[in-house]
C-alpha cells in the first residue's frame, strides 16, 4: 500500500520534471532568438519567461493607471465571468437536453443528427454572425460559449445514461420504480463521471470562445485586450502575459473540474483512502 | 410481414424520417422568413436560403480558392500533428515511466485557447520565410498542428499501453524483437484509439483553420472571408462562406466515418 | 420431510417462449409444467442455450411467455412483482458504486418509500445476516467478490420478498469463497424461509442445495428431467464426499438430453 502512495508521489514529480523542462527550452529558444543576428525584436518572437513574469510584477502603470498585472487581471475577471456564465447556461442545457432524449426516442431520434453536425459546425467561425444577430457583444460571448459547453456535456451525459447496465434497469423495475426514482435514483448519479468528462473539455472551449468574440469588438475582456496589445498599443511584454495568463485559466479551468467531480463523488475518495 | 419486423424497420426509417421533418421545417420557415420573425432579424442578417444559394453560385471561383487554403491548413496540420502526436506516445509507452507524465504535460495543452497560439505563430514565421503567402500558411498550420498533437497523443497512448491481458506476455514467449511486438500488437491495438482521436481532432482542425485566419497576414481562407464581410456589413456573402464551412465540416466527418468502417470492419467494437 | 409445506407458490403450465418471429425465430422454451412449493429451493440447471435464465426471468415478471400460464399465489407475475415478492440476485452483484453498503441496501426500501429511521434499521439487520457488519460505511469498490455478492443478497432480502430469484450468483466466484457462500446462503435460506429459484450450470452446486433439480435441455430448450434431492438438512460440506452424492450427481448429469 505505501507503494502505491510512492508511485502516485512518483508520478507527480515526473510531470513536475516535465513542466520544468518545458520552460528550460522555453528558455533555451528564447536565448537563441535574442542572439541571432537576423531577429531584431526578440520580444515578439519569443521572450525569456522570467521577463515576462518581471513585467507582470513590475511597479510601473502601463496605462497610466494600472501596472500590467492589474490590467490583464481586471480583463482577465471580465472574461471568465462571461464564460462562466455561458459554460453554467451551456452545462445546464446539455444536462436537460441528455434526459430529454433518453426519455423519447422520438426527441433523440429528431436531435442525435443535429448534435453531431453542431460538432462539426466550426461554431467559432460563426462568432460575427452571432454578433450580428444579437447586436449585443456581451450577451453572444455568452451564447458562443453556452453553445460549445453544450455538445460535450450533453453527448457524454447521454452516453453515461445509456451505459448503465441492463441489470440495474432490471432491479429498479423489480421493484416497481416508477420513472423518476429510476432517474433519480440510478440514471442521474451514473451519469455524473461521464458528466464531468463533458464539463472537463468544455471548461476550457468556453473561455476559448469568450476571448475570441472578445477580438471582434473593444471593450473590455482579455481578448481586447489581446488585440490592442498586438497594435502596439501597449509593451510587447503584455501580450506575453496574456497568452501566459490565458494558458493558465484553460488549464485551472479544467483541473476545477476534477476537483468538483472529487468533492461530490465521496466514493472516489473512500477508495482512494482504501487503496493508500 | 409481420408485427415484429414492421417494428425493426420502423425503428430503423424513424430514425431519418424524424430529424428530416424536422430539417424541413426549419428550412421551410427560413425561406418562407418565419424565421426572421422569430429571430427578431431582417433578411439582411439572416438571408434566406435561396439568395445565399445563388451568392454561392456567382462565387464558385472565389470560393474555391479561400476553400483550398482553409482545407490545405486544416488537413496538413491535422496530418502532421496526428504523426508528431502518434510518435509521441510511442516514446512515451516505451519509457513509461517517464511517459505519462509527459503525456499529462501534452493534455495541459488541449485546455491552452487557441488564440493565444494564433499571434504567437505568427512571430515566430516572420523570420523563416519572406513569402506572405508561405509565412501565413505555416503560421496558421503550426497552430493546427499544436491543437492535434495534444489529442492523437493522449489517445494513442491509451492505445499503446491499455493491451488485453498477457498479449505481451505471448509476444515475450515467441521472443518478438520490439519492432516485431510494435508491427503486431502496438500497432492494430492503438488503431481504434486513433480514429477516436481523429473523430476529436478533425473538427478541431477546422475550427483552429478558421480562427487562426483572423489574425493571419494573408487574408485568404472561409474564416477569414466570414469576418471580413461581417465586418463590412455583407451578410448574405457572410452567411455564404458559413454554409460551406459547415458543409467543409460534414463532408469531412462523414469521409473519416467511411475510413473508419472500412478499416474496423472485421472488428466489433462496442 | 413430512413437515415440508405443500402450498404451491409458483404454478407454470404449458410455458412456452419464442424470440423474433419469422424467419430469424428462436424457440428459447417448450411447454415447460412445473410446480414450486412454498419454502422449497429450487435450481434450474442446464447448458447455455437451454432457457433456464429465460424462465427465471419469466417469473420475475421480466419476460412475458409468449404461451402458457403462469401465476404466484394465485396471482399474475406483475402483481406479485407490484407487491414486491420478488429479490432479484444476479450473477454480477449490481451494486452502486457511489452509494456505500447500507445505502446500497436501503436503495429498495427508498423507492417503497420506507421511513428512513426503518430503512436503516432493517439495512443493518440484514447487513448482520449476510456477516458484513462492520463494513456498512465501506464503498462497494472497497469489497472483493464474494463481499460483494453478499451484499447484493442482503439487498435482495432486504424488502421480505416471498420469493428469492438468484441468476448464477456465485459463477464469477472462486470456489473457496462460493463454497462459504454455499453455507451461508442455506443458513440465510432456513431463517428466512424464503422459496429460492436458482439458476445455475454448475451441477454439484445445484445437488449441495437444491431440494428439487428442475434439468432443462437445449435445442429447443424444455424441461427433460426433475430430480427430488432428498439428504437431510442443515447439509454441511461433508456429503459432498459421499458415495449418494456423487451418484445423485451422476443422475442430473445423466438427465440432460442432446447435449
Known sequence: MAQIKKKKNSSTMVTLLWTLAFFLIWELIAFWVE??????????????FWKI?????????????????????????????????????GASIGFLLAILMSLSQIIKKIAFPYLMIIQMIPILGMAPILLSFTGDIDSSRIIIAAILTFYPVATNTLAGMEAVEKEKHELMYSYAANKWQLYTKTLIPASIPYFFTGLKVSAPLAITASILVDTLQGGIGLGCLLSQSLKGAMTRYVFWLIVVISAAIGILSYLLMGLLEDAISSHKKAERACKR | MNKKQKNMSWQSLSSIIYPAIFGIVVFVMWQGGLLNILLHTDTNTLPSPSRINSIIMDNQAKIFLNLKATVIVALVG???????????????AQYRKWGAGGITLASAFNAVPIVALAPV???????????????????????????????MSVNAYRGLTELKPFSEDLMK??????????????????????????????????????VTEYFSEKVIGIGRQIRENIVTAQFATAWAYIIISCLLGIVLYVLLLLVESVVMKNRNRK | MDTANTETEILMSDIGMKFNSGPDEVTALTSVSLDIKKGEFVSLVGPSG?????????????????????????????????????????????????????????????IMGVPKNERLERAEEMLEMVGLKDFGNSYPGQLSGGMQ???????????QPEILLMDEPFSALDEFTRERLHEDLLNI?????????????????????????????????????????????????????????????????????GV
Not at chain 3, 454480477?92 to 426500501?109: A, H, M
Open chain 2, 173 to 210: 514467449t515467441y521472443a518478438a524483437g520490439n519492432f516485431t511486438v510494435f508491427k503486431k500488437l502496438l500497432l492494430p491495438n492503438s488503431i481504434p484509439y486513433v480514429f477516436t482521436a481523429l473523430r476529436i481532432s478533425l473538427p478541431g482542425s477546422i475550427i483552429s483553420a478558421l
Open chain 2, 78 to 92: 491535422l496530418l502532421f500533428g496526428s504523426l508528431i502526436g502518434y510518435g509521441i506516445a510511442i516514446v512515451a
Open chain 3, 149 to 159: 455478492q453478499r451484499v447484493g443478497i442482503a439487498r435482495a432480502l432486504v424488502i
Open chain 2, 121 to 151: 505563430m505568427n512571430n515566430l514565421t516572420k523570420h523563416i520565410s519572406s513569402s506572405v503567402d508561405f509565412r501565413s500558411m505555416l503560421a496558421k498550420t503550426l497552430v493546427v498542428m499544436i491543437v492535434c498533437i495534444a489529442g
Open chain 1, 53 to 89: 513574469v518581471a513585467v507582470a510584477f513590475d511597479g510601473k502603470t502601463i496605462n497610466g493607471t494600472d501596472t500590467a498585472i492589474q490590467l490583464v487581471w481586471l480583463n482577465a475577471k471580465v472574461t471568465l465571468i462571461r464564460s462562466a456564465q455561458g459554460f453554467v447556461i
Open chain 3, 189 to 257: 435460506w432456513r431463517r428466512t424461509n424464503k422459496t429460492i429459484v436458482f439458476v445455475t450450470h454448475n451441477i454439484s452446486e445445484s445437488v449441495f442445495l437444491s431440494d428439487k433439480i428442475c434439468v432443462l435441455s437445449p435445442h429447443p430448450g424444455r424441461l427433460s428431467a426433475v430430480v427430488d434431492v432428498d439428504f437431510e438438512r442443515p447439509r454441511l460440506m461433508d456429503i459432498k464426499s459421499t458415495p449418494e452424492y456423487t451418484s445423485k450427481v451422476f443422475e442430473v448429469r445423466s438427465s440432460f438430453e
Open chain 3, 50 to 110: 437451454c432457457g433456464k435464465t429465460t424462465l427465471l426471468r419469466i417469473i420475475a415478471d421480466l419476460l412475458n411467455p409468449t404461451s402458457g400460464t403462469i401465476n404466484i399465489g394465485g396471482e399474475s407475475t406483475k402483481q406479485a412483482r407490484l407487491d414486491g415478492k420478488y429479490g432479484m440476485v444476479f450473477q454480477s452483484p449490481v451494486l452502486y458504486e457511489w452509494r456505500n453498503v447500507v445505502k446500497n441496501i436501503e436503495l429498495p426500501l427508498e
Open chain 1, 35 to 48: 542572439s541571432s543576428a537576423s531577429i531584431r525584436s526578440p520580444e515578439k518572437v519569443l521572450p525569456h
